[in-house]
């Protein structure tokens, strides 16, 4: 993804692995790309939702919820793989995302 | 089991329904990042601070949202949709914003919100005009 650099990745990376740990109280450790969020971790949209408050804040975005929303039932994200993509996506075209085929 | 009968004028255009359980709404300030002001008005977020059980309200209205989406089956502003929680009553009345009426083509609808074992269960009936 040319828009942003490999540390910033592997900040959001780390910063959305270890969301997931505090929520779902897991180790970090055992959360991968594969990992399922509802069958898994046991996850739902309002942790979601918390996620893209706290991607959007600290990374100055703003994005219409409704946005995510209707990019999210283009391509639903149910791994942390899919939230990944989601997030470097968001991150690099903030509102613009729903124009990205991911 | 309830039965719940309404009779409106127009075309249903959708119905949705969603389920959330209350305790996901009573640690304080949510989760670990509240989301609240992607999701609700202000005016809910004050309504339901004057109310016994804000937690009960926070998720009988996130309830309804979700319910109105999947009636409609396709993405909203959250906040276009409103719920001034009354408890004790199963119809409640909800505010759909001008905008989202007019995108939609809403010419009514009814909500019902039940509230039992730890969770609110909403249905959304929306209809379209005559």
């Given at each position: 993804m040319p828009g942003i650099d490999e540390a910033t990745?592997?900040?959001?990376?780390?910063?959305?692995v270890q969301f997931f740990a505090d929520e779902c109280d897991v180790e970090p450790d055992s959360i991968t790309d594969e990992t399922h969020i509802i069958e898994e971790l046991e996850g739902d949209s309002l942790m979601l939702l918390s996620l893209l408050r706290k991607i959007c804040t600290d990374y100055s975005i703003t994005i219409e919820l409704k946005t995510l929303g209707k990019h999210l039932m283009k391509k639903p994200a149910n791994t942390i793989g899919d939230i990944l993509t989601l997030t470097f996506a968001l991150v690099e075209h903030g509102d613009g995302i729903v124009n990205v085929d991911l | 089991m309830s039965t719940w009968t309404c009779e409106r004028d127009g075309h249903l255009l959708g119905c949705g329904v969603d389920a959330e359980s209350i305790a996901r709404f009573e640690r304080p300030g949510g989760t670990a990042v509240e989301p609240w002001s992607l999701i609700f008005t202000?005016?809910?977020?004050?309504?339901?601070?004057?109310?016994?059980?804000?937690a009960v309200a926070l998720c009988a209205s996130f309830t309804v949202k979700e319910a109105v989406t999947k009636a409609l089956g396709t993405a909203i502003d959250f906040r276009d949709c409103e719920l001034l929680f009354s408890p004790g009553r199963d119809e409640q009345d909800v505010r759909l914003s001008t905008g989202l009426r007019d995108e939609h083509g809403i010419a009514g609808w009814t909500v019902r919100v039940t509230v039992d074992d730890g969770e609110c269960v909403a249905t959304a009936l929306l209809f379209g005009r005559s």
């Amino acid at each position: 993804m040319p828009g942003i650099d490999e540390a910033t990745r592997t900040e959001i990376r780390d910063l959305v692995v270890q969301f997931f740990a505090d929520e779902c109280d897991v180790e970090p450790d055992s959360i991968t790309d594969e990992t399922h969020i509802i069958e898994e971790l046991e996850g739902d949209s309002l942790m979601l939702l918390s996620l893209l408050r706290k991607i959007c804040t600290d990374y100055s975005i703003t994005i219409e919820l409704k946005t995510l929303g209707k990019h999210l039932m283009k391509k639903p994200a149910n791994t942390i793989g899919d939230i990944l993509t989601l997030t470097f996506a968001l991150v690099e075209h903030g509102d613009g995302i729903v124009n990205v085929d991911l | 089991m309830s039965t719940w009968t309404c009779e409106r004028d127009g075309h249903l255009l959708g119905c949705g329904v969603d389920a959330e359980s209350i305790a996901r709404f009573e640690r304080p300030g949510g989760t670990a990042v509240e989301p609240w002001s992607l999701i609700f008005t202000e005016g809910e977020v004050a309504h339901t601070s004057t109310l016994d059980r804000p937690a009960v309200a926070l998720c009988a209205s996130f309830t309804v949202k979700e319910a109105v989406t999947k009636a409609l089956g396709t993405a909203i502003d959250f906040r276009d949709c409103e719920l001034l929680f009354s408890p004790g009553r199963d119809e409640q009345d909800v505010r759909l914003s001008t905008g989202l009426r007019d995108e939609h083509g809403i010419a009514g609808w009814t909500v019902r919100v039940t509230v039992d074992d730890g969770e609110c269960v909403a249905t959304a009936l929306l209809f379209g005009r005559s």
